[in-house]
């Protein structure tokens, strides 16, 4: 029943935000209405029995005390493509781990961002927006990484059982070890 999805998806919301009019001076009203709009957007866009979900509502909750923490007055409809970048500025500059002391990486980066920009998506499809914020903001560069195949010994193994006797066989190794090294 789709009552309770939405009434699902409201407590859920509910009980990760943390007291948002202790820190950023909304009243209870806006408070409700932000849950209620993140309720809605993590259901049209994410399915609540999968971890994306709360990942979803996660990446909001963030946004969300970020803008309370830097522009207090801000509603969604008033975020624009400077707030979001800053937030992704933030992103990178934060403690993610304590232990570690490690911040964000470029995919959790991305991650927040694929979220704001559904969340805003939502925002445009009901017309509360004219514009989305994020359209214009192009995702931190994630790394690619070559995979380690092999290692130098199980080069050097490969070659040798490719062995054969004779000069012929000698030049091909000594050729084969030149042409792996370059």
Not at 49 to 77: C, M, Q
């Given at each position: 029943?789709?009552?309770?999805?939405?009434?699902?998806?409201?407590?859920?919301?509910?009980?990760?935000?943390?007291?948002?009019?202790?820190?950023?001076?909304?009243?209870?009203?806006?408070?409700?209405?932000?849950?209620?709009?993140?309720?809605?957007?993590?259901?049209?866009?994410?399915?609540?029995?999968?971890?994306?979900?709360?990942?979803?509502?996660?990446?909001?909750?963030?946004?969300?005390?970020?803008?309370?923490?830097?522009?207090?007055?801000?509603?969604?409809?008033?975020?624009?493509?400077e707030h979001i970048r800053g937030y992704i500025l933030d992103l990178g500059s934060?403690?993610?781990?304590?232990?570690?002391?490690?911040?964000?990486?470029?995919?959790?980066?991305?991650?927040?961002?694929?979220?704001?920009?559904?969340?805003?998506?939502?925002?445009?499809?009901?017309?509360?927006?004219?514009?989305?914020?994020?359209?214009?903001?192009?995702?931190?560069?994630?790394?690619?990484?070559?995979?380690?195949?092999?290692?130098?010994?199980?080069?050097?193994?490969?070659?040798?059982?490719?062995?054969?006797?004779?000069?012929?066989?000698?030049?091909?190794?000594?050729?084969?070890?030149?042409?792996?090294?370059?």
């Open positions: 029943n789709l009552e309770d999805l939405i009434k699902l998806s409201k407590d859920e919301v509910r009980k990760t935000l943390p007291k948002v009019e202790e820190v950023s001076g909304y009243t209870q009203t806006q408070i409700d209405k932000m849950t209620d709009e993140i309720a809605i957007a993590a259901i049209k866009f994410q399915d609540l029995k999968n971890s994306i979900a709360s990942g979803y509502i996660f990446s909001l909750e963030d946004f969300a005390r970020f803008v309370a923490d830097n522009h207090p007055t801000l509603t969604p409809e008033q975020v624009t493509t934060r403690v993610a781990d304590e232990q570690t002391g490690t911040t964000y990486t470029a995919t959790s980066q991305s991650r927040r961002l694929s979220s704001l920009r559904s969340f805003f998506h939502l925002l445009l499809i009901e017309n509360r927006i004219t514009e989305n914020p994020t359209e214009q903001i192009e995702g931190p560069k994630i790394g690619r990484y070559l995979p380690d195949v092999l290692s130098p010994e199980e080069v050097e193994a490969i070659i040798e059982a490719t062995a054969h006797t004779g000069k012929q066989a000698i030049r091909n190794r000594s050729r084969n070890r030149k042409r792996i090294r370059v």
